[in-house]
């Protein structure tokens, strides 16, 4: 089941408890509790310097800056974003992918074409 | 390897059931058999034609090709190795990280901090 | 011309005129024009608008959504990165690499070198 | 001789005749001789590596071998590929755009747009 879908059957009041309980399995994800959701903090720390990046980058055409020395920052820029969007991955994986595995059924083949799908964005091919 | 595709080649008496079932889940990675294993021909005719793309690209050199030209079919062999490197990703996926999953325990997160690792090498961040 | 060696002897009241005129060459760069300063508007643009994607990842991450809509979005920003660190380059080649071939010496080399240098951090080998 | 280290200073009757005679300058490239053809030798002995590097990953393919291997070894081929573009590029940049430069005219600018398109493809933006 994908986060979009979840939670509306999910049972009441199993908050942080039972994944595995009984007949059936319960993950983070039925609760609409995203791979991500831990490191927070810490992403929108990343985010919001990359945004300061990005904002040095207008300061740098604003000021004439030789282009070399722009370019060199825009690849930094793309590097944190690239890095940003590999924990996601990872983390994606981690819940997503392997909550739609335990599960069983087809689900764990869409999860995984997604994915795949998302990787090939980030390779640009 | 996932339960669905399972059956063909493995030793009779377990065809399409088990895995789940009872005390132990045995699946084809326990017994060897790699996700890519059943588009092996598939992958061995892309490489075949990576290959000769690549030597087509020494002939370019020889033949004092437009450099051009040459950039032209570099970023096409590229391309095809990356594309080959997600159709390989993608079954690593869906067998070994999905397989990790089931199972259950530490292996999970060891499989995809690994796979994780592979896409940034990949991304070369 | 480097910026380091612009402008300060640059005649003034020459604008738009002279580049090759009598004896001595006297470009754009010597009078501390970078190539890019004609895009400079739209080169503000594209930045603003790509931290507007920024700021938007961060909106995101904050309300929980699908971490694969999350990945698309990246991709989008490090695409339109890339988009303006390659506009940036073809100015750069255009003016300042172009320039120093005109003007002859070993400024060329070190210029085609040093432009190398960034799309090598761009494609990040 | 390239261009760069051509013309205005060169003696009279030097080996590969009137790179800079009269009113017209004849370049390398007039002649029909690309940038990289003295790394000839050095560019072939790459290419000849990278398709060593892919018939090494049939071989693993074949073999059975775990498919993160494979990919860290897909990892250096697609790097090894990227490494040569960029030296060639580089030849690129230095001999036939520096040319186009040297010879003015409309001719830079599209020598310019044509390197930059062929950076994207290597992008793959």
Redesign the interface.
Known sequence: M???EAGATAPSGETGAAEAGGAEIVTDHDR??????KQ?DE??KR??R??GQ??G??RM??E?V???D???Q??A???A??????Q???????H???????K?G?E??AK?????K????????
Chains 1, 2, 3, 4 share one sequence.
């Open positions: 994908t986060t979009t609409g509790i995203h791979g991500y959701h927070k992403h929108l985010l919001r990359i945004e990005v904002r980058l207008q055409v604003d004439d030789y282009c070399i722009i370019l060199t825009v690849s820029s793309t590097k974003l690239q890095s940003f969007a590999l996601l991955l990872e983390e994606h994986l981690r997503c992918v392997a909550d739609a595995a335990v069983g087809a764990v083949d995984v074409e997604e994915a795949t998302a990787i090939a964005r980030l390779l640009r091919t």
